[in-house]
């Protein structure tokens, strides 16, 4: 295992310093459904250029849901 990847980096650091005092728990909700929401959009953003950029489109989906993709990793 990567001793890394315990570490916080720098974004993480500072996160943990900007919620360093306890807040209401209905800010905190909020806060995490904003971040949850910001993240959701970036996901979408990288979708919609990897659906231009390799041609997917909603036949592929169903084409993918219908195929047999386990992997043996032994």
């Known amino acids: 295992m990567e001793q890394n990847a ?4 720098p974004q993480q650091q500072d996160m943990l310093r900007l919620f360093k005092t ?3 728990e ?3 909700n ?3 459904r ?3 929401e ?3 959009k970036m996901i ?3 979708m919609e250029h990897l659906e231009q950029e ?4 909603a036949d592929t989906y169903e084409q993918w849901g219908k195929e047999h993709m386990r992997v043996n990793n032994k």
Do not use: F, H
């Open 44 to 46: 979408d953003v990288e």
């Open 54 to 57: 390799n041609g997917w489109n």
């Open 6 to 9: 315990t570490r916080l980096n």
């Open 38 to 40: 910001k993240l959701a």
């Open 26 to 28: 209905q800010d905190y």
């Open 22 to 24: 306890p807040m209401p």
């Open 34 to 36: 904003l971040v949850v």
């Open 30 to 32: 909020d806060i995490k």
